[in-house]
C-alpha cells in the first residue's frame, strides 16, 4: 500500500493567517492526489482533486499544489468556517490510502 | 442533487456478520460514470477505504479486509450493500457510503475519486 503522511497532526492558527499542510506519499502517486475537510460529526468535503483542482463551489482562498511524491494544501487567510481536520487521499492505485489527518484549530 | 443514506443495525455482536445498505437518490447506481463503495473511520481516527465497486461486477477491496468483505450493487433498487463477517471491537467505526467518479487516464486507464459522501452510520461491535 501507498502510505500518506501529514505533518503536521495539529496546526493552531488565526483568523486571516495563511496555513499550508503537506502530504508525502511513499511512492509517486503523479497528481492522484485530493483533500477533503472535516467537521466534527460530519462526512468530509471534497475540496481539490487531481492536486490542484478546485472542486466546485469551494472558495478560492484554498489551493492545492505538488506532484510525484510532496503535496500541500494552503489557506490563503484563514475563516472562521475553516477550523476543522483535513485528510489528504491518493487514488493513483488501489488499496486507495488517507493521510492521517490535520486538525486546524484556532489560536 | 446526489444523496447518499446508509442504513443498517447501529449495534452488532462480535463473531457475527455486518450488513449495511446504501440509498442513492437523485442518481442512478447504473450510472456508467459511477462507481460506489465504503469508507469507515473508527472513533477520533482517520479514514480507512474498504472498496468499490461497479454496477456490471467489478470490485475492489482493501487487502486488509478482503477475505471478510463482500459488497453488491441492486440495480432495481437503486442501492448497493456491504457486507462484512466475524467483526471484532476493530471494526466499531462510523461507515460511508461514497460514490466515486470515473476518471479515464489515457489510453485505459481507469482511476475513481470520491466526490460525495452518505452522512455517516455509527456501528459498535459489542456484546
Known amino acids: 500500500d501507498i502510505q500518506m503522511t501529514q505533518s503536521p497532526s495539529t496546526l493552531s492558527a488565526s483568523v486571516g493567517d495563511r496555513v499550508t499542510i503537506t502530504c508525502r506519499a511513499s511512492?509517486?502517486?503523479?497528481?492522484?492526489l485530493a483533500w477533503y475537510q472535516q467537521k466534527p460529526g460530519r462526512a468530509p468535503k471534497l475540496l481539490i482533486y487531481?492536486?490542484?483542482s478546485l472542486e466546485s463551489e469551494v472558495p478560492l482562498r484554498f489551493s492545492g499544489n505538488g506532484s510525484g511524491t510532496e503535496f500541500t494544501l494552503t489557506i490563503s487567510s484563514l475563516q472562521p468556517d475553516d477550523f476543522a481536520t483535513y485528510y489528504c487521499?491518493?487514488?493513483?492505485?488501489?488499496?486507495?490510502?488517507f493521510g492521517q489527518g490535520t486538525k486546524l484549530e484556532i489560536k | 442533487q446526489l444523496q447518499l443514506q446508509e442504513s443498517g443495525p447501529g449495534l452488532v455482536k462480535p463473531s457475527e456478520t455486518l450488513s449495511l445498505t446504501c440509498s442513492v437518490s437523485g442518481g442512478s447506481v447504473s450510472s456508467s460514470s459511477y462507481y460506489w463503495g465504503w469508507i469507515r473511520q473508527p472513533p477520533g481516527k482517520g479514514l480507512e477505504w474498504i472498496g468499490s465497486?461497479?454496477?456490471?461486477?467489478?470490485?475492489f477491496y482493501n487487502p486488509s479486509l478482503k477475505s471478510r468483505v463482500t459488497m453488491s450493487v441492486d440495480t432495481s433498487k437503486i442501492q448497493f450493500s456491504l457486507r462484512l463477517t466475524s467483526v471484532t471491537v476493530a471494526d466499531t467505526a462510523v461507515y460511508y457510503c461514497v460514490r466515486l467518479a470515473l476518471v479515464i487516464v489515457p489510453p485505459s486507464t481507469e482511476l475513481t475519486l470520491v466526490d460525495s459522501w452518505g452522512q455517516g452510520l455509527l456501528v459498535t461491535v459489542s456484546s
Open positions: 465497486l461497479y454496477f456490471r461486477g467489478g470490485t
Open positions: 511512492q509517486t502517486i503523479s497528481t492522484w
Open positions: 487531481k492536486a490542484s
Open positions: 487521499h491518493q487514488y493513483h492505485s488501489y488499496s486507495y490510502t
